[in-house]
């Protein structure tokens, strides 16, 4: 028979998630600390804890037939530390924390990951533990975030894992272009060239009243039944002019709406499942404003689960004010990515103080893999170059070609003036400008 010291080291190296085991005796509220949680049926359905004999704990389920399971969160560790007995003298360990009950009159913890309310149905002997089978009478997925894992006699959670891959667009280029003069096939070779390097290319803003035989589209009109490469999108805020962009063979369409504002928002999923009903239209992009610039983060929250259910392709988190730092990009990303789920989110950041790549950084180690930037850096936003040049020394594959991206930035860089900034060095939109065509250096992990 193996040794006890052996099993034990082994058995520490499988990681588990991290519950709360409740129950209530005589109407007074008891809980602890457990991993050795798991499902055993869908139909009826079934879980099972088990739990060692000499547990006072086990004496209570025992006596009591039911029990709870809350399911801890990657930052509930503390929640996690106290029922297990290892907070030193807390009191009530229920206190702090707000609790529900549903059919057996367990206490649940609201915010844990989920909570699971049993009534117990079998229990079967397993050498020093009870193995206790309870029946699910209720249940609630409250959040969406990470768990609290417990590995090697610790508690911890998911390291953070770079993507294989990252994908781009490009909605600042050609705007960029046109306020600063430059012609209409400047403006179409330039956006032909990022696009073709598999960059999707905003290449019309049909919500700045400009009128249409002006804008630089694909160079020409498209023939009956010819379309735009996928990668090209046009900016809208009506069905009229999505109609309009559809016509001219622009298959990925992008809405604006302001997180802060929740008509605006409500507006948005409405011309979503609009454009659900157009068998043309490839890409349904929500550009949600300003995210970063609202504290706590509720309303964007809001707002991305709004969308996600309106029928979005994708939500694009624009930092449209330059106040994203690294620790609100991890404290947004930590629940956006899993509300969103299985729709995309995009990011769009400044390089405000030399942030933007650290900003980037940080998303990639949160689970965002699509990035919205522009070439140059020409409006404030992090540089494509700079971008592609980050991923290749992560060994982040992405479609563009780096050199000949890298070789169009700085020919646009060159010809193009630098617009008239304030004493601060900001743009009018509060972007810091850069005259120097030396790319922005790499952040270190």
Known sequence: MVESSTFR??????????TVVTTVVDGVRHGMTASSFSSVSLD????????????????????SGVFGISVLAKDQGEVARRFAGMAGDVGDRFDGETWSTAATGVPLLDSALGWLDCRIVHAYPGGDHTIFVGEVLAGHAARRTAPLLFHSRGWGQFADVL?????LADSGLVSSLISRGESGDTVRQTAHHVGRSGIRVRVADLTADAPLEALPWTGRQPEAGARAPQEHSA????????????????PVLEIRADCRDLRSVEDAAVLLRELEAMPDVHGRVVILEDVFAVPGGDHPLAAIDLLASAGATEICLDDTEGAATPLQVRALLQDAVGLARPVPLRLRLRDNDR?????????????????DTTLGGLDGAVATEDLIRLLGT??????ADAAALDRLARRVRGRTAVPAVAPNGSLPNGSTASTSPEPTPLPTL
């Open 394 to 399: 992560l060994d982040v594959t992405t479609p």
């Open 163 to 167: 993507p294989d891959v990252a994908t």
């Open 44 to 63: 009826p359905p079934l879980v099972s804890i088990c739990l060692d004999r000499r547990l006072y704990t086990h004496g209570l389920l025992t006596s």
């Open 235 to 250: 900016l809208v805020e009506s069905l009229v002019q999505a109609r309009q962009a559809v016509e001219r063979g622009i």
């Open 355 to 371: 942030l933007g790549l650290v900003n980037v950084l940080t998303a990639l180690k949160s689970g965002v893999h699509h990035f």
């Open 9 to 18: 080291d082994v058995l520490a190296q499988w990681p588990s998630g991290v």
